[in-house]
């Protein structure tokens, strides 16, 4: 659609979906949406012709940027082949995705349960999990989300899941790797990880021989973008091991590249009984995500049902888009292109919270990163919401995602140091809004 710079034109859009249609984790009369009508790249316009750079990657998921031509074109070809497949059915495009998710997941995880996006992805996973083991109990960590789905809101730990409990039982929460914030008061110099001696004792309290399997984020997302110390995910793996607990990493945000690995566990050559992933699989181009099981899990429905169904399980346009999305990766280094700027902004952000007073602690690994804002930085007491400095940076034409007192740099995996400083820029002259805030 061609850019149309009439006003009467972006408010009847927005008057439109406003009218009709529901907006998530929204009051609804407080919706101001963004009439987007075209992206290329790492931007995207208005109706107005606005350009927005999208430092956020729409929603943690437009990994290869804005209309790849060469995702657009598997998508059009699979639409004049065949657009639409019974899940019972063979595919080509579902078995080269397939295989191709194989040869790049970690260890002996090898076949995967296609569904529409992340929170099926868990559900489904949370199902074979119980399956696999005959028991019951889920572990998953406070600062957590897993998505809004019955199972999956469960599984989640933060906030959003207290307003639709009652929710799925059997889900058992323990706390996080968050260095910044230690929840036992040790500091990184004092610390001897009782956030993983922390995981034992649970698990003991809970019933070893009860737990199916635990539950975590490669790298935590929205709450706070916590990247866990290099010895975590590695003593978390020994624990599930020794009492028969699968270990599920939840890859929808930190998966595809965005850590500058396929997937974050694979910083700390960790390889997980499952995988469950979507977002990047396909860059958001088409709904799309996984369950990715090892071998024996996969042998262990040679002769035993399989309680999963969906209707567009393995869809047909979905897949094809997942293998050119893929692809795209591989032919346009995305991950060693996350690796190389993700250093160059690492040094920016920590150069930025020498310079601010609000910037009380950056945290980054690849292209996901995230600073948090606060007024004091020895009280660590947070500015929550960021209402203000949202405003700027939308009037600005940066559009990135904010959580609390969390401002979340996390741009397609195309970009240039330019591009990112282009960015950045706009961020730092918004934390004088932040700095005014902070305690003398």
């Given at each position: 659609m061609a850019l149309q710079n009439d006003n009467q034109y972006s408010r009847q859009i927005v008057e439109k979906n406003k009218e009709y249609t529901f907006f998530s984790w929204s009051v609804q009369s407080a919706v101001n949406p963004i009439p987007m009508v075209k992206a290329q790249g790492i931007y995207f316009w208005d109706a107005d012709g606005k350009r927005y750079l999208d430092f956020s990657s729409q929603l943690m998921n437009m990994n290869v940027g804005h209309q790849h031509p060469k995702v657009v074109r598997a998508i059009q070809e699979q639409a004049g082949t065949l657009s639409y497949a019974h899940p019972g059915v063979a595919t080509e495009p579902r078995g080269l995705?397939?295989?191709?998710?194989?040869?790049?997941?970690?260890?002996?995880l090898k076949k995967s349960f296609f569904c529409l996006g992340g929170a099926e992805a868990n559900e489904n996973a949370i199902k074979i999990a119980r399956f696999y083991t005959g028991r019951?109990?889920?572990?998953?960590?406070?600062?957590?989300?897993?998505?809004?789905?019955?199972?999956?809101?469960?599984?989640?730990?933060?906030?959003?899941?207290?307003?639709?409990?009652?929710?799925?039982?059997?889900v058992v929460h323990f706390l996080d790797p968050y260095c910044y914030r230690c929840p036992f008061g040790w500091t990184k110099d004092s610390c001897h990880r009782e956030c993983i001696s922390h995981v034992e004792e649970i698990i003991q309290y809970e019933g070893p021989d009860q737990i199916a399997a635990i539950f975590m984020e490669g790298v935590t997302g929205s709450n706070g973008l916590i990247v866990p110390p290099d010895d975590y995910w590695p003593r978390v793996r020994e624990i599930c091991t020794?009492?028969?607990?699968?270990?599920?990493?939840?890859?929808?945000?930190?998966?595809?590249?965005?850590?500058?690995?396929?997937?974050?566990?694979?910083?700390?050559?960790v390889v997980p009984d499952m995988i469950t992933t979507a977002k990047g699989i396909t860059s958001g181009y088409v709904p799309l995500g996984a369950v990715i099981v090892s071998?024996?899990?996969?042998?262990?429905?040679?002769?035993?049902?399989?309680?999963?169904?969906?209707?567009?399980?393995?869809?047909?346009?979905?897949?094809?888009?997942?293998?050119?999305?893929?692809?795209a990766y591989e032919e346009d280094a995305l991950l060693e292109n996350a690796t190389q700027v993700g250093k160059y902004l690492g040094?920016?952000?920590e150069a930025i919270k020498n310079a601010h007073a609000s910037v009380g602690d950056v945290r980054y690994i690849g292209l996901f990163s995230a600073l948090e804002i606060v007024s004091n930085k020895l009280t660590k007491s947070p500015v929550d919401p960021?209402?203000?400095?949202?405003?700027?940076?939308?009037?600005?034409?940066?559009?990135?995602?904010?959580?609390?007192?969390?401002?979340?740099?996390?741009p397609p995996l195309c970009i240039t140091t330019e591009q990112l400083d282009e960015g950045l820029s706009i961020i730092e002259r918004s934390l004088a809004i932040t700095d005014a805030l902070c305690e003398a």
């Open positions: 995705l397939g295989e191709k998710i194989a040869q790049i997941s970690p260890g002996n019951h109990k889920i572990m998953a960590r406070y600062r957590s989300y897993h998505g809004a789905t019955h199972g999956a809101i469960a599984l989640t730990g933060d906030y959003r899941r207290l307003p639709v409990e009652p929710a799925m039982p059997g020794k009492n028969g607990i699968l270990l599920v990493s939840d890859e929808v945000m930190s998966g595809w590249g965005r850590t500058g690995k396929w997937f974050a566990v694979d910083h700390w050559n071998e024996p899990i996969a042998d262990f429905f040679n002769d035993r049902m399989l309680y999963c169904g969906l209707t567009y399980s393995g869809h047909p346009l979905a897949c094809a888009a997942g293998i050119a999305t893929i692809e040094a920016r952000l960021l209402v203000e400095t949202a405003k700027y940076l939308k009037a600005n034409g940066l559009f990135t995602f904010n959580f609390h007192n969390i401002l979340f740099v996390v």
